[in-house]
């Protein structure tokens, strides 16, 4: 006997029993099948992810290698990033995550409803992807002082050793990184559960603490800087774009949605 099992387009992803039960008369037979993992499709046209053209395809969603721009607007200097989203035991790490941020911990019935939106998703990957904010996120955030101790951020070249110490450590923050590694991971988690993602480096870099959506300088009566303002401009900035159609904006916000694993100010 075959079965075929068709999935709507919107279905919560992650890890499936299948079980086979049979009714005969008064006697009801059970028998497990098996265990399945249910992912976003870039694929199929229902999926709130899905990417048309199969270039993007393969480059957003299946390729596992990829170059980080950083340095500064002067200087650009090109890393190779290896994000191995389909190295063995990447998917059960990836799945345990979603099992271990705080949304599923504080209501994990409708943690898990909502797994079927790739916004949500993104949202609760970008969270867990450091461990700033204490909730056996992956990676801790440093950027000043020594790195002797730990990982300097600037060796790292790839996700899959980052993911693979987190989970050797029992999901302890692995130390250090900085924005272009935050970045790295998050994309190798989103393609590892199908939602095509991209990196994005931007060079001087505005980091707007008071949200007023400018960089504010001081300056006294005769010129004089005054060191008040918390606004600075980096040299650069990496983060991710992840693609998939935002019903609750409006069609004309569908497309790259940015989301950002750095942890320097808390978006609420």
Known sequence: MNFTISSPANAVIGRYNLILQVTSGNKIFSRFLGQFVLLFNPWCPGDDVYMADENERQEYVLNENGIIFVGNAKYIEARGWYYGQFQDQLL??????LDLSLYYRQDPAIDVSRRGDPKYVGRVISSMINGNDNDNGVLLGKWQGSFNSHENPSRWDGSVV?????????????????CWVFAGVMCTVLRCLGIPTRL????????????????????DSSGKSL???????????????????RPDLGTSYNGWQVLDATPQEQSK
Not at 92 to 97: F, P, V
Not at 206 to 219: C, E, P, T
């Open 92 to 97: 059960n790490i990836c799945l345990t995550m």
């Open 162 to 178: 980052i993911l693979q110490k987190w989970r050797q450590d029992n999901y302890k923050p692995v130390q250090y990184g900085q």
């Open 200 to 219: 994005v480096s931007n060079f001087n870099s505005a980091h707007d603490v008071d949200r007023n959506l400018s960089i504010d300088k001081y300056y």
């Open 227 to 245: 060191n008040i303002s918390k606004d600075s401009t980096w040299d650069y900035h990496v983060w991710n774009e992840s693609w998939f159609i």
